[in-house]
């Protein structure tokens, strides 16, 4: 059995930042790649930004430049540094992780970007 658990979602001014956290324990052998992804009320689940095992990152080109993506293996948790943010970054934020044969969802985290 593996459990996500995300963190750090708000409600945030235009151009403030926040920082999500999404952390997988149990029966974990070994995890691959990590991403956030986003869903916004009527729209699809899109990714924001992923990172490989090996550190490579990808980003949405919506995020490029403000959003910043990191793990850290020891503690298997996966982190999302959100600057600059707009309010059309306002969503759930998803984190999804890779362990062994499958990808594990969180439960979703509210961010909202509004004065």
């Known amino acids: 059995q593996v459990q996500l658990v995300e963190s750090g979602g708000g409600l945030v001014q235009p151009g403030g930042s926040l920082r999500l956290s999404c952390a997988a324990s149990?029966?974990?052998?070994?995890?691959?790649?990590m991403g956030w992804y986003r869903q916004a009320p009527g729209n699809q689940r899109d990714l924001v930004a992923s990172?490989?095992?090996?550190?490579?990152?990808n980003y949405a080109d919506s995020v490029k430049g403000r959003f910043t993506i990191s793990r850290d293996n020891a503690k298997n948790t996966v982190y999302l540094q959100m600057d600059s943010l707009k309010p059309e970054d306002t969503a759930v934020y998803h984190c999804n992780i890779g362990i062994g044969t499958r990808g594990y969802w969180g439960q979703g985290t509210q961010v909202t970007v509004s004065s």
């Open positions: 990172i490989t095992s090996g550190g490579s990152t």
């Open positions: 149990g029966r974990i052998f070994r995890i691959y790649g």
